[in-house]
């Protein structure tokens, strides 16, 4: 009979803690005064990019495109030497 008055005790004052309201970022979700943004309508499709089929090009020059920091205007490549030039 004591455990049961120790534990209803230790219940009774650990429920003595507990803050009688809940926290404010809590109820601020349910609170119609906050502001929020209109629905608006985006499409299903947008910022999509249409790939259609094209000639094929030359592998080298679509490197050379590719290539960060490289004028296409040099001829930076190994080409030259591939053709023993």
């Known amino acids: 009979m004591m455990k049961l008055f120790s ?10 803690c ?11 979700a349910a609170d119609p005064a906050v502001g929020v943004r209109p629905p608006a309508y985006s499409s299903v499709t947008a910022g999509v990019r249409g790939y259609d089929v094209v000639t094929p ?19 930076d490549s190994n080409d030259a030497a591939r053709r023993g030039r």
């Not at 507990?18 to 601020?28: A, E, G, I, N, R």
């Not at 030359?58 to 040099?74: H, I, K, Q, S, Y």
């Open 7 to 16: 534990l209803a005790g230790l219940g009774l004052g650990l429920a003595a």
């Open 18 to 28: 507990v803050p009688s309201q809940p926290p404010s970022y809590l109820v601020s």
């Open 57 to 75: 090009l030359d592998w080298r020059e679509l490197n050379r495109r590719a290539t960060p920091g490289v004028a296409p205007e040099r001829d």
